[in-house]
């Protein structure tokens, strides 16, 4: 128990208090929001008055449903007058007995070890037993209902809320009789009631009823006026003024006031790191990081928080729309969530860490597809192969399946267009305007087999349907030579229906023609995919926060941002050359020796070095004379004993705005250790596709 009690603005000034400190502070908040809200002394577990989370589910991390199985309705069998008998089944039903107690053996067992592993965690997890339970003091807040109150709809049953991690717990859960223990008394502004009930059985059966003097006994005498029953009638004579029995002096505390830069800061010091069960989550204010994470939620193997498997992390205010991104460090793969706004309309960017930039790296892009002119919805890449989705196009397509030749062909190193293409395969779906025979199902271009096939969809009520393959003649012999010959198509047709031969020539050229339309926005395709790349490097390496026009605390900064933006997008016409600078010293030659090209490299990437250990110096130096200046004013309350209130309070406030600096220092310090490795790779691959160093590219 506390021997004294600070005010809440002492609390709010310095961002850490005792539970009772914290307790009151929450419920002067509540008061003043309309709430029926009580500061509560009594008991708790040893876990939730050291606060300690490490055997508590993760509530940030969306736990699966729990599905319960239900069992088939029994059907009763139909009794017709003609049914069908079924063949006599001659299979030994002693080798049927043998199979089905082999296979409730093996289900048995599979239960049996699934027990024994939940058995094994529960152990593990299982705390120690704990001494000094039942006596360890504790202060919460608990907000009961309010008959004719402002928040009376809102609280329908008591409430508990925990003051150093917001969490609430309804009163009458059995989870909660495990945190808390037992009540001693309750307090507001109001009046200070001492619990008379027992409370053998925890928190759960408490009656929270502050009219019954049986059950709480109130320390000031009558009752404040609010607390009267509904629909009391008092007459004359009964009827005085709102009862008042201490005369009481003038609050010392200031009124609690919550500026919008403190509210938007959240934590102290702007951050905040909880540890649950093998999860770390780190909670962020906004604009604190450069690259806009407000929250990152690493997930471990073992409870010691040392062997990581999946990382997710929470963005926002970003110019490129991520949202959030989720690692995961045993299959090294990352999935980026992106909302809509995006030029590209990306909705989902599935890839691997340690893939590379190239175009036929695997990775999965999901989009947007009603934005979209195209229809896209999903692509698939692959360095065998390509596939894309569509959603609502109006000539019906659906799928695309392009296949790849594993062997590179040599072309330009600019060149994405390097696979060959050996086939694609498209899908379209009913049109119900053309008649079945004639509208295509299936459409593949076999390129490397000369062919092109198509198979068509389904009369109704029939199984079979009609195919039809052309051998593809000469280019010499396309356009107005184009001549079908008989010899070069055949095909199957369910009703047996003959095709003029001038249809036929009509469609092998228009097959001939979307041909070349297919392959034209495969390369389309992989041109896309390359823009996307380099742009989302480009938002990795420079990641920009937007502000809105709407917040006050970063309102000059934004208009400052727009107008640079504007004019950026006016002046800049062409992508950022990382060599101009040194090519200019050599006379910006069109082309290098490789003598040159390798000195540019090797300069470059050594001055990009030299570039962030200097940023790095630089924040280690303004750390060191930040901590150098917070030691001197740490000093000044402890020599100067007759300091004023108001010059307590400047000391303290301006060792709080060091002590966020620091944080902040120490942030940018492992963030910008976190990611020169990844930019200098990123900056090696920039400098291997630039044009200028094409000679280099057998060495690399």
């Avoid at 403190?262 to 780190?282: A, M, S, W």
């Avoid at 389904?458 to 356009?479: D, M, V």
């Avoid at 004013?633 to 209130?645: K, M, S, W």
Wanted: aromatic content about 10%; overall charge negative.
């Amino acid at each position: 128990m506390p021997k004294q009690l600070r005010s809440p603005t002492w609390v709010q000034k310095l961002r850490k208090g005792n539970c009772f400190e914290c307790a009151t502070f929450l419920t002067s908040l509540l008061l003043g929001q309309g709430y029926n809200a009580f500061v509560v002394s009594g008991y708790a577990s040893r876990e939730q008055t050291l606060c300690d989370l490490t055997r508590r589910s993760c509530p940030y991390i969306l736990q699966p449903e729990k599905h319960t199985k239900r069992k088939p309705e029994e059907q009763q069998p139909k009794i017709t007058k003609y049914e069908l008998k079924l063949p006599i089944d001659y299979k030994s039903q002693f080798l049927s007995e043998l199979e089905e107690e082999k296979a409730r053996k093996l289900e048995e067992k599979l239960i049996f070890d699934e027990k024994e592993q939940q058995k094994l965690i529960e152990e593990l997890e299982q705390l120690p037993p704990d001494e000094h339970r039942g006596h360890r003091i504790h202060a919460w807040v608990a907000i009961l209902p309010e008959l004719g109150g402002v928040r009376d709809q809102e609280i329908p049953y008591p409430l508990f809320i925990e003051s150093t991690t917001g969490v609430s717990f309804e009163a009458t859960d059995d989870d909660t009789a495990q945190l808390y223990l037992g009540v001693e008394s309750i307090w507001n502004d109001k009046n200070y009631w001492v619990n008379m009930q027992s409370s053998v059985k925890s928190c759960v059966n408490i009656v929270w009823d502050l009219m019954k003097v049986e059950l709480w006994e109130h320390l000031l005498p009558g009752e404040p006026w609010t607390m009267h029953g509904v629909g009391e009638e008092i007459d004359e004579e009964s009827d005085v003024q709102p009862e008042k029995h201490l005369d009481m002096p003038f609050s010392y505390v200031d009124p609690i006031k919550i500026s919008e830069a403190e509210f938007e800061k959240r934590f102290p010091n702007g951050t905040k790191t909880i540890l649950y069960k093998k999860t770390k989550v780190e909670l962020f204010a906004p604009y604190l990081q450069l690259d806009g994470v407000v929250q990152r939620i690493t997930i471990y193997n073992d409870y010691d928080y040392t062997t990581p498997i999946e990382i997710y992390e929470t963005y926002a205010n970003r110019s490129d729309n991520l949202v959030e991104s989720r690692r995961n460090i045993n299959d090294n793969t990352v999935i980026d969530y992106y909302r809509r706004g995006r030029a590209d309309q990306c909705k989902e960017h599935r890839y691997f860490v340690d893939a590379s930039n190239e175009i036929d790296s695997e990775r999965i892009l999901d989009f947007y597809h009603v934005p979209r002119f195209d229809g896209l919805s999903k692509f698939e890449m692959n360095p065998s192969y390509l596939t894309q989705h569509f959603v609502g196009r109006d000539d019906f397509l659906y799928y695309r399946h392009v296949q790849f030749s594993q062997d590179r062909k040599t072309s330009a190193p600019q060149d994405i267009h390097y696979r060959h293409i050996l086939n694609i395969v498209e899908k379209f779906n009913r049109d119900e305007r053309i008649k079945a025979s004639r509208n295509i199902a299936i459409r593949e271009f076999a390129i490397s087999e000369n062919e092109i096939r198509l198979t068509y969809h389904y009369h109704s009520g029939q199984f079979t349907r009609a195919i039809r393959t052309y051998i593809k003649p000469p280019l010499a012999e396309r356009g107005e030579r184009l001549i079908l010959d008989p010899s070069m198509m055949h095909g199957y047709t369910p009703l047996d229906e003959s095709e003029k031969s001038l249809n036929l020539l009509y469609e092998l050229e228009t097959q001939l023609y979307e041909e070349d339309v297919s392959i034209s926005q495969v390369r389309a395709a992989e041109k896309e995919l390359c823009a996307f790349l380099e742009t989302r490097d480009k938002e990795y390496l420079m990641p920009t926060l937007l502000i809105s026009v709407y917040d006050k605390l970063r309102e000059s900064k934004s208009l400052i941002e727009t107008l640079v933006r504007t004019k950026s997008e006016k002046d800049i016409t062409e992508d950022v050359n990382y060599l101009k600078p040194y090519l200019a010293r050599l006379g910006n030659p069109s082309e290098l020796s490789k003598i040159d090209a390798q000195f540019i490299q090797y300069t470059c990437l050594n001055d990009y070095k030299q570039l962030l250990m200097r940023r790095a110096n630089k924040i280690l130096r303004e750390f060191d004379e930040c901590s150098q200046e917070l030691m001197k004013t740490q000093a000044l309350i402890t020599q100067e004993g007759d300091l004023t209130r108001e010059e307590e309070e400047e000391i303290l406030e301006k060792i709080n705005e060091l002590n966020f600096y620091l944080q902040t220092l120490e942030t940018r310090l492992d963030r910008h250790r976190d990611l020169v490795p990844i930019r200098y790779k990123m900056l090696l691959h920039h400098l291997q596709q630039n044009p200028h160093l094409t000679v280099l590219k057998g060495d690399n």
